[in-house]
Every structure is written in structure tokens, then in C-alpha cells.
């Protein structure tokens, strides 16, 4: 009976502040202290957690800050380690994450060879000097004519005026300069003055002979308009795969029965047809001038002009891949009259590897096929993208777009007394690389960077050049070919071939991805705090989940007690310890 009372009166006492609490054993701080942790306020709750997580965690030092019995000098000596630690560890993660972000890709030689009969043959754009026959324009004269007056009337003929308007277009820059020459042209006229004034193909090329065959020029070259003006290409696709709908009908086209349906450039030839010489793009099988193209190029002395584009004579040869449009004042190499040029090709091939696929463009520094897309042109390359945005610039600059540039129907095409001004507009799309925006006059709007990346998959022909003296009247002399069936020819020959039957393609590919950046960091937190993955999922269990589980606990537990207060008022119901039931 004494006990009985002795235990009522037990009952009847306030609870302590760790009574019918449940608190498991894991729930206690370091085995030093043995002391349950406080469930009063959150932030009560949340020093609890971190004693325990001090105690209790992986990473080096941390131990040592809630230690009991340990001098306030060892507790600073350990926060210091740690803080220089942690700053170094984080300056150092920093580092690696800015090589992953800006210099995540890497250009590499691949790891085989590739036969030249994997890419095309070099679509190979020749455009003579001579813009003019002296038949159709004395363009020396009529400038001479032009630059007594300066202004209108000069003392020319109609013709003559719009011939002329249309020549200087292509002519050198700064001989409009104090003009004023402007007639305005419809969509299709300039570009008719300049075929008709031009030398044709029959005038230009002599002898064609490709893979060791011997054929008309005509079979292998097509006429195209470029900013050069008449030029003559071979190895171009078709019109219909290399622009869009939306070309105005009056550009020049280039067309051809030839297909490249078996061909593109991101893919190479299908693999699955048979070798076929005649595969569209053409290809060669081999190197050396015997299957390379040869051409024998002429000119006539009475039709050889020095004001239109100075003194050297002779051709501009752009070589370029097949699915590009020839922009010859850009790249090229002369081909002088009287002289014999060997051009040694030397493919430079860069690929890029599907790992990169997912990158955004700016980062791998190049486009796929798919991703960027003209609106003129079908295959897209640089150099096609950079003609474009200078398009759409003129446009925006002038009001107007030079006859060689891709065009819409309802676009105008410039006049002469536009030359400053286009020249100019490409002038300042250069600038435009270097600046964010520019403003054109005005009121206009700014403009907006190109953004021409390489393609993923782009060729250029790298080539090595060799002339020597063309002694064509010897040549003539030693068949007993009469001379006067041509005369005043000014011939010059012309031999391109690969250098090699192979080559080495450079490849793009991961040089530092997601997996390389965390095993850095892993490396790093390792090195300098003895902490891994897991250490880095128990700091947040410690201050997430287990604090909100224990603040649930605990209020799950006095919601139980205050239940049991009202169910029998000034006696506290308490769970019978092991000693009670041992009684």
C-alpha cells in the first residue's frame, strides 16, 4: 500500500523536461554527453541537430566544434582549418566549372584516314578580269567621257549609259567616287546587261578535260552571276537543292540535270549505292593531275581593259564545296594569262562527333544541319549564312541589295549611285563582330550579330600553288597549227588535282563533360574536407528531414499529452517506465 502512494505521488508531480518524450537512441547527441536533445523552439531544435550532426558526421573536423571539454583555442584552430579548406576547395570547383562551361569541346585529329573518294571533287568558280567586250563597251572611252563632266548629260550615248551603270558595279570601288551615274534597274535587267557584255564561255574556255576525258567545257561548266559578275562554275549543285522557294524567280540559278541526291554534307555519299564515276557531286578516286581537272583558259588581247580592274589580267579561281554559293572577291587565287598554275588540293575536313549533339551551339562552336536553317539557301555553311546576313543588311542599310545577293521578288536591286553605300554596308557588318549594336542613321533600328557558326560538318581546300611560263606560240609552232586562227588569244592553263589519296579529318569532340566535372569536384571535396557524396546527402538530411520529422514528433507528442490532460484533469497519464513494470 506504501508503494502504491509512493508511486500516486510520483504521478502527481510535474514532469521533467525529458519525461514521456520516447526520444530513440539515435536521436542522442555524442556519447560524451549522453544528453537528450531539447524539443522547445525550432532554433532550440536546430542547435540540438547540429551538435548531433558535429558528433556524428564523416567530414574531418567538424567533430571538433561541439566537443565537450575542449579549450575555445583548439574549437578556433579547427573553424579556421575548416573555413580555409572550404574557401579553397570552392575556389577551386569554381575554376573547374568554368573550364566545363567555356571549354567543353576539343578539335582532334580522328582517329583513321580518309580516301579522297569520301568527299567531292572542289566546285571550282572561274570569272575572267575582262568584265567587258570592247564590241558591246569601249569602257575606257565612255569613262574617259564620263570623267570629263562628272554630271549629266555626258557626252554618251543611251546604251552606252546603261551599260555603263551596270560594268562599274563590278569594277573597282573607287571609280564611282564624284559620279553621278544612277539608273535604276528592274529585277532582271543588270543582270541581262552583264551576261550580254560579257566574254561567254566559248570566249573563256578552251579545253576541258576531267578524270583523263577529254569534253566540252559546256558539259562540265554552268554560267553564274556573282559579285565578279559572268563567272563559270563546275561541281555546283542544282538550283532546286541548293536555294529555298522564297529566291526571287529573276536570281541566277544554277541549272543542270545533274542530282545530288546520293550526297550531302553532313552525311558524305550514301553508302549504300555503288561506286558510280558519275555520282553527283563528282568525286575522283585518286590523286595526281591524271584524274585531277585540267582547263585551258583564253582571253582576247582587243578585249584586255586596265581601268575596270586594274593592271593584272587573268582569271579569279575560287575553289569551295559544292553545296556553297561562290563568293569570289573573298577567296581566290589568280590564274595569269601567258602562264600555266598547278593547284595542288589538300582537303581540311572537320566532323564533329554526336556526343556533342546535345550541347547548345554557341558552346560547341558549331551548327548541325538541322539547327539552323536560311532562308534562302538549303545547305547551310558559314560562308552561305555570312551572304545572307549581308543581304538582309544592304537591305536594311540601302533600301536595296547588290544584283549578286540572294533576293526575294519584291526586293530592288541597287544602282550605281548605290556602290558607296552597299560597300559601306559591308564595311559595317565587319564592325558589327566586334560591337554588340550599330546604328545604321537615325531613327534606325540596331542590329543584330549574324552569328555564322562553322557547320558541325564543313571541307575547305587548302591549296598549293606552282606556275611556270605558258609558251603557247611555240607549242602552235611545233603542231604546225596556224596562229592566225586565233587572233590576239591570250591563253593560260589551269591544273587541279589532290594532293594525297588520303588525308587526316579533324574531329570535334567532348573534352570536358558532366562526368569529368563531378569527378573533379568529388576529387577537390575529397581532397581538402574528407567528404563524398553521401556526406554531402547526410548535412542535408541532418537540416531537412530529420529536423522536420523531430519538430513533428515533438508536436505529435503534446497534441497525445494535452488529450490525455483533459481526459482526467490534474492527473498527468505518463507510459510506465521499465522499472515500473518490473514492480
Known sequence: MASFALKFRKDLEPPSETDGQSVAPSDLAHADSNKRIKYGKPVQAAMGLFEEYCGSSTVHGVRYFTEKKRHWMERLWWILAFALALFYCGKLIQNVYIKWDQSPVIVSFAEKSTPVWEIPFPAVTICPETKANMSQLNFTHVYHQIA????????????????????????????????????????????????????????TLFICKFRNTVDYCQKYFEEIMTEEGLCFTFNVLNGSELYNEDLSPDYTRIDHNMSAKFWNLEDGYDTSIEIDPQTYPYRVFGSGARVGLFVLLKLYEQNLEYICRGPVQGFKILLHTPGEVPQVSKHYFRVPLLQEVLVSVKPNMITTSEGLRHY??????????????????????????????????????CGCVKFSMPRDKDTPICGAAKIACYNEAEDNLLKEQFTEGLTLEPGAERVKACNCLPACTSITYDAEISQAPFDW???????????????????????????????????????????????????????????????????????????????????HRKRKNKIADSAVPGIVVVKPNDDDKKE
Open 148 to 203: 570629263a563632266t562628272l554630271k549629266p548629260p555626258f557626252n554618251i550615248t543611251d546604251e552606252e549609259d546603261e551599260l555603263m551603270a551596270a560594268v562599274v558595279q563590278i569594277c573597282d570601288s573607287h571609280l564611282t567616287d564624284g559620279f553621278e551615274v544612277g539608273t535604276n534597274f528592274t529585277n532582271s535587267s543588270i543582270t541581262d546587261l552583264l551576261r550580254d557584255t560579257a566574254p561567254s564561255s566559248n570566249d
Open 360 to 397: 547548345e551551339p554557341n558552346r560547341r562552336q558549331c551548327y548541325f544541319a538541322s539547327e539552323r536553317k536560311l532562308r534562302f539557301l538549303k545547305v547551310y555553311t558559314q560562308r552561305n549564312c555570312e551572304l545572307e546576313c549581308l543581304a538582309n543588311f544592304t537591305l536594311q542599310a
Open 473 to 555: 606560240v611555240s607549242l602552235f609552232n611545233a603542231y604546225n597549227s596556224p596562229l592566225d586562227e586565233f587572233p590576239g588569244m591570250q591563253p593560260a592553263r589551269l591544273s587541279i588535282f589532290f594532293k594525297e589519296n588520303q588525308f587526316i579529318t579533324s574531329k570535334r569532340s567532348e573534352l570536358y563533360g558532366p562526368t569529368d566535372f563531378l569527378a573533379n569536384c568529388g576529387g577537390l571535396l575529397g581532397l581538402f574536407m574528407g567528404a563524398s557524396f553521401l556526406s554531402i546527402v547526410e548535412l542535408l538530411y541532418f537540416f531537412s528531414l530529420r529536423l522536420c520529422c523531430n519538430l513533428r514528433s515533438r508536436m
